[in-house]
């Protein structure tokens, strides 16, 4: 159960919500207290309500069969399987959250392809994908992803996915978030992607996106595509054998949308908070 007041005068509006589910929403209640402020707990509101939000992550790889070097093209020809559908969740609480997938024991789901099969065929392939499910958001959502990494045998780490010395604003590996027509329906229109110079898990850049789900039911979901050939670090090769884990980290917040902040008595330094991210 999450609990907070917000206070204003000699009014107090209680906010509670359980956290055990992911359609959760905030309860309000108002009662006459004296002498209170509503400030920082105004804050609090929106922090309860997003610790209920979520987003379930996993990945789809192409099995192309490819000879590249780990993190180089590897091609776009092969069935696609995802890895832990939709086994792992991203909190959208703005902290840096690892994903990693045992490439030999995960379980695998046929995705798309004649040959996809839910086993993985050959030693090698490439992330296609990575996707991103919703749960109970309708507001924009701001996501982060850096050190996309595949480590063999426990000790060889091969981190591909810096974004690093790329110009802030470049599309590097991921296409925009309305490019692939298996989930354009699910988006509004003009989700970006892009590197992003000023936030990072490591170094000094991650990729950033920014889309929104069409309204807030689960069904709605974000197949993010990889690059096929004309982008820096288009279709990145994996290994599937070698104990390989394929991991990366990622950061989410849910923007909240200006009467929502107003509501909340956030008032004008909020909105011109929200407009210089």
């Not at 991203?90 to 994903?99: D, G």
């Not at 992607?193 to 000023?198: E, G, I, L, R, Y």
């Not at 090769?237 to 909240?256: G, H, L, N």
Request: include cysteine; charged fraction near 15%; aromatic fraction near 8%.
């Amino acid at each position: 159960m999450i609990d907070c007041d917000l206070r204003r005068g000699n009014r107090l509006l209680q906010v509670w919500m359980s956290d055990t589910s992911t359609a959760g929403f905030p309860r309000l209640k108002e009662e006459r207290i004296m002498n209170r402020t509503l400030g920082t707990l105004a804050l609090a509101a929106l922090a309860a309500a997003s610790m209920s939000q979520g987003l379930m992550i996993s990945f789809g790889t192409r099995e192309t069969g490819t000879s590249a070097a780990i993190g180089e093209n590897g091609g776009t020809s092969g069935g696609i399987e995802w890895v832990n559908l939709d086994g792992q969740t991203l909190h959208t609480n703005s902290t840096w959250q690892l994903f990693t997938f045992t490439m030999a024991t995960d379980p695998l789901t046929a995705f798309a392809g004649t040959t996809a099969n839910g086993v993985l065929d050959g030693v090698a392939g490439t992330i296609e994908n990575i996707r991103i499910k919703n749960t109970n958001i309708s507001n924009p959502i701001r996501l982060w992803i850096d050190d996309v990494t595949d480590t063999l045998n426990g000790t060889d780490v091969y981190n591909f996915g810096t974004f690093e010395g790329y110009a802030d604003g470049q599309e590097v590996m991921f296409q925009e978030p309305n490019f692939s027509g298996s989930t354009a329906s699910h988006l509004v229109a003009g989700g970006t992607a892009k590197v992003d110079n000023s936030v990072s898990h490591t170094g000094n850049a991650s990729y950033r996106l920014d889309y929104q789900y069409i309204d807030g039911t689960a069904a709605r979901w974000l197949r993010l595509t990889t690059h096929p050939t004309t982008q820096p670090q288009a279709a990145p090769t994996i290994r599937y054998d070698q104990s390989s884990v394929v991991s990366f980290w990622m950061k989410a917040e849910v923007v909240p949308e200006p009467s929502s902040m107003i509501a909340l008595g956030l008032g004008a330094a909020a909105l011109l908070r929200r407009r210089r991210k």
